[in-house]
């Protein structure tokens, strides 16, 4: 079945860095989601992505779809604590409307002030 | 701001009992899904509503796992007997409309602690 894996599983950084969190799918996907977990909450859509190589922003969160559909980014420029939480990716594959989502194990945040 | 409703919030019981969680989708939500999140990983699909019909239950486990959505409205997940290996979080969330291309709205979710 399809696979996505998420790298790395934590990513700690002081306020102010970058960071980078990175998705890949064992096949080709129609569209990738992004989601944020707070600690103790549930997961908060950020974006959709469809099109191949498609590079959407979202004030200093910049999302990237790869050119064959199998692999996407999400980059966080000047990190706040605000930033703090769990991001995952969640690849649907093509071939039916109503398929699944699949989604990866997720990238810890944390922020240190 | 529309809120996908989940109930209880938390669940503690013993291993062979049964438990049985509730959700109510944002009014209008034709799609209903609920997710099994262990701990460290990301949300798995159990179970998938298209209005009252069953789209997608590959991944339900159908020994102990049942799930209805009667009216095409609000759901229920009950399993019985819980085992140790069902503690986790069970998440809902809905989308509008009956393309599954759109955002997924989450609820709080229910925990479930199996003792």
């Known amino acids: 079945g399809q696979q996505v894996m998420q790298i790395p599983q934590y990513q700690h950084v002081q306020e102010g860095e970058d960071f980078t969190t990175y998705c890949n799918s064992s096949?080709?996907?129609?569209?990738i989601q992004w989601y944020k977990q707070r600690p103790g909450g549930h997961p908060v859509f950020l974006i959709q992505?469809?099109?191949?190589?498609e590079v959407k922003k979202q004030k200093r969160l910049t999302f990237q779809f790869g050119e064959a559909k199998k692999n996407s980014s999400l980059h966080i420029t000047a990190t706040q604590t605000t930033d703090v939480g769990t991001y995952f990716c969640?690849?649907?594959?093509?071939?039916?409307?109503?398929?699944?989502?699949?989604f990866g194990q997720g990238t810890i945040l944390t922020v240190h002030p | 701001e529309a809120e996908v409703a989940q109930s209880p919030r938390y669940k503690i019981t013993e291993k062979s009992q049964a438990v049985a969680f509730w959700c109510d989708p944002i009014?209008?939500?034709?799609?209903l899904y609920w997710y099994r999140q262990i701990l460290g990983q990301g949300p798995e699909l159990l179970v998938q509503?298209?209005?009252?019909?069953?789209?997608?239950d590959s991944q339900l486990p159908k020994d102990r796992f049942s799930a209805e959505r009667l009216k095409g409205v609000d759901s229920t997940l009950k399993i019985q007997p819980a085992e140790l290996g069902d503690s986790a979080m069970y998440l809902c969330?809905?989308?509008?409309?009956?393309?599954?291309?759109?955002?997924?709205?989450f609820g709080p979710g229910t925990r479930l602690t199996v003792l």
């Open positions: 096949t080709t996907l129609s569209n």
């Open positions: 969640a690849g649907r594959a093509g071939g039916t409307s109503y398929g699944k989502l699949t």
């Open positions: 009014s209008g939500h034709a799609t």
């Open positions: 992505l469809v099109k191949s190589g």
């Open positions: 509503f298209q209005d009252e019909s069953v789209v997608d």
């Open positions: 969330a809905s989308t509008q409309g009956g393309a599954s291309y759109n955002e997924q709205f």
